[in-house]
């Protein structure tokens, strides 16, 4: 059983931390820890994990070399986990009948592990589990969860998970947050520095394609950095280019109609050869903007889709950047869709959007930490002006420390 202190201004402040990470299936204790020197209130918790204690005592009476028991033991509970430990912050404490019932219609539980399952599902379930142990690991380093660095990153969304790891990992190297805080806190910055990358060298590159979600506002970024390049040089020449190689592209779109609107020459694209005649007869353009189809991670028409695309950009001569956009609103720290994304999409940079609509950069740092990409530039939707930024690590590292 561990114990877990969680510190805010107020209690309801502490008690909302605690939930976030835990869920509101937690035991809050009357004997609340001593308040901090700068008056943070602290509250005491312990999370009902005795379901997933039970699980792993069962895992440990398997005391067998043999590779397929284990791992029938080990589908057993992965998929039974969807059960017991799905959307817990979204169900009451108390179920009624009703509800077990639908859910076990929902989820088939395997009996003998020899079942056919859905590899995804699979992988999602075991890495919950993984993390789950993580916390519980983590957990029980208590003596730097008072500390202001510590509070800070949380402040800023981060989870305690990862900053857990971070502080664990320089402890390590012998550097104590409380003995040494000067050389702790460089180390800190130095690790988040490594993690948010170098300064982008140029605004925009004369050659670049652009990937990203259904939620991504890909398309009015692409249109808002044409009205910057001619803020910045009215003579420029620009193109766009859509890349439509299953030819689903519905006409009439945003990103179409503002290229007929102010005259900016655009094509639709399905095959290679188009492709490559047009970037040659568009040689001598200043900049060339190339739009893609939604991605939908995980999607095995996706995946085909961005296959193609990835060839076609492979046979060219031209050196095209290539770039990820990423909702700054709906970012979080799922690594298989970090992973994917590195696999199929394959960027060297990244724009963040609705940057206006986040408060707390946490987030984008925990997809930025597995991405295999540099930040580039931020996209602010609600303004009249400026809408394209040029991302400064050192102004977001002083942002996340609360530096500035």
């Known amino acids: 059983m561990d114990i877990i202190h969680y510190y805010g201004q107020t209690r309801k402040e502490a008690v909302e931390k605690a939930i976030s990470e835990y869920g509101k299936d937690i035991y809050i204790l009357n004997e609340a820890p001593k308040n901090l020197a700068n008056g943070f209130v602290g509250v005491s918790i312990i999370p009902n994990e005795d379901t997933l204690d039970d699980a792993y005592q069962e895992i440990d009476k398997t005391n067998t070399t043999d590779s397929k028991s284990s791992l029938s033991t080990l589908r057993k509970l992965a998929l039974n986990y969807e059960f017991e430990y799905s959307n817990r912050q979204k169900r009451p404490n108390r179920r009624s009948k009703s509800d077990i019932e639908q859910a076990s219609s929902n989820f088939q539980f395997a009996e003998t592990g020899d079942e056919q399952i859905n590899e995804q599902n699979i992988i999602g379930r075991l890495e919950a589990i993984e993390n789950a142990l993580k916390r519980l690991n983590h957990s029980k380093n208590l003596?730097?969860?008072?500390?202001?660095?510590?509070?800070q990153l949380l402040k800023a969304g981060i989870t305690v998970n990862n900053v857990s790891e971070w502080f664990l990992r320089i402890m390590n190297t012998g550097i104590d947050p409380f003995e040494n805080p000067k050389k702790f806190n460089e180390q800190i910055s130095n690790y988040i520095a490594h993690i948010v990358g170098r300064?982008?060298?140029?605004?925009?590159?004369?050659r670049s394609i652009y990937f990203g979600g259904t939620t991504?506002?890909?398309?009015?970024?692409?249109?808002?950095?044409?009205?910057?390049?001619?803020?910045?040089?009215?003579?420029?020449t620009i193109g766009v280019i859509?890349?439509?190689?299953?030819?689903?592209?519905?006409?009439?779109?945003?990103?179409?109609?503002?290229?007929?609107?102010y005259s900016i020459q655009s094509?639709?694209?399905?095959?290679?050869?188009v492709f490559q005649e047009s970037l040659q007869s568009w040689r001598h353009f200043d900049y060339i903007l190339i739009d893609t189809p939604d991605i939908y991670a995980h999607n095995e028409n996706t995946v085909l889709t961005?296959?193609?695309?990835?060839?076609?950009?492979?046979?060219?001569?031209?050196?095209i950047e290539n770039i990820w956009v990423q909702n700054a609103a709906i970012c979080n720290d799922d690594q298989s869709r970090v992973e994917w994304i590195n696999e199929y999409i394959?960027?060297?940079?990244?724009?963040?959007?609705?940057?206006?609509?986040?408060?707390?950069?946490g987030s984008l740092l925990s997809f930025l930490s597995g991405l295999n990409a540099n930040c580039k530039l931020l996209h602010i939707?609600?303004?009249?002006?400026?809408?394209?930024?040029?991302?400064?690590p050192k102004w977001f590292i002083g942002k996340l420390l609360g530096q500035l």
Not at 199 to 206: L, N, V
Not at 267 to 273: D, G, Q, S, V
Request: one cysteine or more.
């Open 267 to 273: 094509a639709i694209i399905n095959t290679f050869e």
């Open 199 to 206: 300064d982008s060298a140029e605004f925009i590159e004369s």
């Open 381 to 392: 939707d609600n303004v009249s002006n400026e809408k394209i930024k040029l991302f400064e």
């Open 242 to 261: 859509i890349l439509d190689p299953d030819q689903n592209y519905q006409r009439g779109m945003e990103l179409e109609f503002y290229c007929d609107k």
């Open 346 to 361: 394959r960027a060297t940079q990244i724009v963040f959007s609705h940057f206006d609509q986040i408060d707390r950069l």
């Open 143 to 151: 003596d730097f969860y008072n500390h202001p660095i510590f509070l």
């Open 216 to 236: 991504s506002n890909k398309r009015a970024l692409i249109s808002d950095l044409i009205e910057t390049i001619k803020i910045k040089s009215s003579t420029s």
């Open 306 to 319: 961005c296959d193609t695309i990835q060839n076609w950009l492979i046979k060219l001569n031209d050196v």
